[in-house]
T-cell receptor, first 112, second 110 residues
Framework: QQQVKQSPQSLIVQKGGISIINCAYENTAFDYFPWYQQFPGKGPALLIAIRPDVSEKKEGRFTISFNKSAKQFSLHIMDSQPGDSATYFCAASGGSNYKLTFGKGTLLTVNP | SQTIHQWPATLVQPVGSPLSLECTVEGTSNPNLYWYRQAAGRGLQLLFYSVGIGQISSEVPQNLSASRPQDRQFILSSKKLLLSDSGFYLC?????????FGQGTRLTVV
């Protein structure tokens, strides 16, 4: 019930392309879905987050798409740049749960 | 603004030695505090979380312990380190929904 499944494990995209990372959850009590970006040797940084009352949220080149009925959400990075190369984590939390449940991460490499 | 401090950045310790990692948060009060470990690879494993002074919840049985002696201070400890305790340790605090991470401590047990 607490799992968040993230795919793919790794992703290689050409500069200017679209990067898509997918996550699926099981716990219907989850009501907050953030994405984190982590560069090597650094702590994860909050990138963008969504609540299930909207189906899409966009911030610059980053967009979260949310499908409540399918219990899935995804991160789209438009016009991917080499500087976007990092590990991306999806997460979920909700209800009285104090914890964020993380996916296992996706290593994104954007080739110049 | 809120900031989170975590130290040291790197640490090399012999097997059997004690450990103390400290995390402090500034600019907020009564935050939820968390310790995560990230082993070689990428996954984030929640070790401990705290919703208040002296209140610690452990997620996995292990060689580590946590304490929260002050509202904005969270400490990760071990009496005797094992090789398997090596990893990247991250402290985080949570404000309502968003969680913010420190820069991490790279611990190598030799």
């Amino acid at each position: 019930q607490q799992q968040v499944k993230q795919s793919p494990q790794s992703l290689i995209v050409q500069k200017g392309g679209i990067s898509i990372i997918n996550c699926a959850y099981e716990n219907t009590a989850f009501d907050y879905f953030p994405w984190y970006q982590q560069f090597p040797g650094k702590g994860p940084a909050l990138l963008i987050a969504i609540r299930p009352d909207v189906s899409e949220k966009k911030e610059g080149r980053f967009t979260i798409s949310f499908n409540k009925s399918a219990k899935q959400f995804s991160l789209h990075i438009m016009d991917s740049q080499p500087g976007d190369s990092a590990t991306y984590f999806c997460a979920a939390s909700g209800g009285s749960n104090y914890k964020l449940t993380f996916g296992k991460g996706t290593l994104l490499t954007v080739n110049p | 603004s809120q900031t989170i401090h975590q130290w040291p950045a790197t640490l090399v310790q012999p097997v059997g030695s004690p450990l103390s990692l400290e995390c402090t948060v500034e600019g907020t009060s009564n935050p939820n505090l968390y310790w995560y470990r990230q082993a070689a690879g990428r996954g984030l494993q929640l070790l401990f979380y705290s919703v208040g002074i002296g209140q610690i919840s452990s997620e996995v049985p292990q060689n580590l312990s946590a304490s929260r002696p002050q509202d904005r201070q969270f400490i990760l400890s071990s009496k005797k380190l094992l090789l398997s305790d090596s990893g990247f340790y991250l402290c985080a605090w949570r404000r309502i929904t968003e969680a913010f991470f420190g820069q991490g401590t790279r611990l190598t047990v030799v």
